[in-house]
């Protein structure tokens, strides 16, 4: 973890990242005739892209730390 100088933006990423970790990927889906369905990429928001790259970083610190 970083000193006192990180901030709040790098925590909050931090944070994002071992959520993604902890609780696997966010994925947004939508209801449609009362059944939950995976939300197209078009219309993601840019705070639902914003936490799908959390599982990305995830899986970049995870295999990089895996490879010897």
């Known amino acids: 973890m970083a000193g006192q100088n990180q901030t709040f933006a790098e925590e909050s ?3 994002g990242v071992w959520d993604a970790i902890l609780n696997g990927p ?3 889906k939508i209801t449609k005739n009362g059944v939950d369905v995976l939300k197209p990429i ?3 928001t840019a705070d639902e892209s914003r936490k799908a790259q959390f599982d990305v970083r995830a899986r970049n610190i995870i295999s990089s730390r895996s490879n010897p």
Do not use: G, M
């Open 42 to 44: 078009s219309r993601w």
């Open 26 to 28: 966010f994925v947004p």
């Open 13 to 15: 990423v931090d944070r």
